[in-house]
């Protein structure tokens, strides 16, 4: 547990960081929107690009895994999504409460987590899913809410707003970027690198410190069921979808022991911050995305040491 404890430390203290400053008002009202404009403009896009422009097809070269955690992934979001969509919420709320449900924190919490447990073993299967959380997932809930957004009722017309509305968006554009340089085998600069690794490395932490201050808004009364919604999100995340991943690994793919305890692991990891990052970009309600982040983060301090114990005493 003190491994998982110290891994996850660094992000409730981030959280808590933006939460005491805001309280005090250290910080501005409209810290938090504008911190995460830098996120979404600057920071996130480095570093998806950064990831993709590295990734190999060598590193990609295991479908049965990314056939199992693409699947866990996206049945929840589908399931959460018409779940929503049926209560009534509009397609871009839903779509954000789908992927807070959906979206495990691999890239933060991941790479340590599966590097302390399972030793380099982990690098690739972690690699290949943060590109499917963070290019593929993130994408398809961009796309979702873009459409949800647009009010064109001709389909033809309704297809090119949402595509030049996805040709502006730096989320969409920066992964595509970085794979059109990995498959052009197009070297980056030193300096190049440098660059997106010191803004790459500036989305976590001011994600977090974003989030920690839109916790500490006060709440309107329309906010009372956040809480209960937040807390089915985080039952999905932390429980249905690594459950999920362990019936489709085990079961179905038949993948080895250790694949299938890593592919569990990364599937129960904590909601990262793209869904809230998502809400703020589009000015949607984003309280039951940040409460599922909180409250899976903490949640997880459980069912990932659980597991990890579980992965460690296996036969």
């Given at each position: 547990?003190?491994?998982?404890?110290?891994?996850l430390?660094?992000?409730?203290?981030?959280?808590?960081?933006?939460?005491?400053?805001?309280?005090?008002?250290?910080?501005?009202?409209?810290?938090a929107?504008?911190l995460?404009?830098?996120?979404?403009?600057?920071?996130?896009?480095?570093?998806?690009f950064?990831?993709?422009?590295?990734?190999?097809?060598?590193?990609?070269?295991?479908?049965?895994?990314?056939?199992?955690f693409?699947?866990?992934?996206?049945?929840?979001?589908?399931?959460?999504?018409?779940?929503?969509?049926?209560?009534?919420?509009?397609?871009?709320?839903?779509?954000?409460?789908?992927?807070?449900a959906?979206?495990?924190?691999t890239?933060?919490?991941g790479?340590?987590?599966?590097?302390?447990?399972?030793?380099?073993?982990?690098?690739?299967?972690?690699?290949?899913?943060?590109?499917?959380?963070?290019c593929?997932?993130?994408?398809?809930?961009i796309?979702?809410?873009?459409?949800?957004?647009?009010?064109?009722?001709?389909?033809?017309?309704?297809?090119?707003?949402?595509?030049?509305?996805?040709?502006?968006?730096?989320?969409?554009?920066s992964?595509?970027?970085?794979?059109?340089v990995?498959?052009?085998?197009?070297?980056l600069?030193?300096?190049?690198?440098?660059?997106l690794?010191l803004?790459?490395?500036?989305?976590?932490p001011c994600?977090?410190?974003?989030?920690?201050?839109?916790?500490?808004?006060?709440?309107?009364?329309?906010?009372?069921?956040?809480?209960?919604s937040?807390?089915?999100?985080?039952?999905?995340?932390?429980?249905?979808?690594p459950?999920?991943?362990?019936?489709?690994?085990?079961?179905?793919?038949?993948?080895?022991?250790?694949?299938?305890?890593?592919?569990?692991?990364?599937?129960?990891?904590?909601t990262?911050?793209?869904?809230?990052?998502?809400?703020?970009?589009?000015?949607?309600?984003g309280?039951?995305?940040?409460?599922?982040?909180?409250y899976?983060?903490?949640?997880?301090?459980?069912?990932?040491?659980?597991?990890?114990?579980?992965?460690?005493?296996?036969?």
């Amino acid at each position: 547990m003190l491994s998982t404890i110290k891994i996850l430390l660094p992000v409730f203290a981030l959280i808590l960081a933006g939460f005491g400053c805001r309280k005090r008002g250290l910080f501005g009202p409209q810290m938090a929107s504008e911190l995460n404009r830098f996120v979404v403009w600057l920071a996130l896009p480095a570093l998806l690009f950064d990831i993709m422009a590295k990734a190999t097809w060598a590193q990609l070269d295991q479908p049965a895994f990314i056939a199992v955690f693409s699947l866990a992934c996206a049945a929840i979001f589908a399931l959460v999504l018409g779940w929503r969509l049926l209560q009534g919420l509009h397609l871009a709320d839903a779509s954000i409460d789908a992927i807070a449900a959906a979206y495990p924190n691999t890239g933060y919490i991941g790479f340590p987590l599966c590097l302390i447990a399972f030793g380099n073993a982990s690098l690739t299967p972690t690699t290949i899913a943060t590109i499917i959380v963070a290019c593929v997932l993130f994408a398809l809930a961009i796309v979702l809410i873009e459409i949800g957004l647009q009010t064109e009722r001709a389909p033809h017309k309704l297809g090119l707003k949402v595509l030049a509305a996805l040709a502006r968006n730096p989320l969409i554009v920066s992964p595509l970027a970085g794979a059109a340089v990995a498959a052009l085998h197009v070297p980056l600069p030193g300096s190049a690198e440098t660059f997106l690794k010191l803004l790459g490395a500036a989305a976590s932490p001011c994600a977090l410190v974003s989030l920690g201050c839109f916790l500490a808004e006060r709440r309107d009364a329309a906010d009372a069921l956040a809480p209960r919604s937040a807390l089915l999100l985080t039952v999905a995340k932390l429980l249905a979808q690594p459950l999920l991943a362990w019936w489709l690994a085990a079961r179905v793919f038949a993948l080895p022991a250790t694949m299938i305890d890593m592919t569990v692991v990364l599937a129960a990891l904590p909601t990262g911050t793209g869904p809230y990052m998502l809400a703020e970009f589009y000015r949607r309600e984003g309280h039951i995305a940040s409460r599922t982040i909180l409250y899976s983060t903490l949640g997880s301090v459980a069912t990932l040491t659980w597991l990890l114990l579980r992965a460690r005493h296996a036969p």
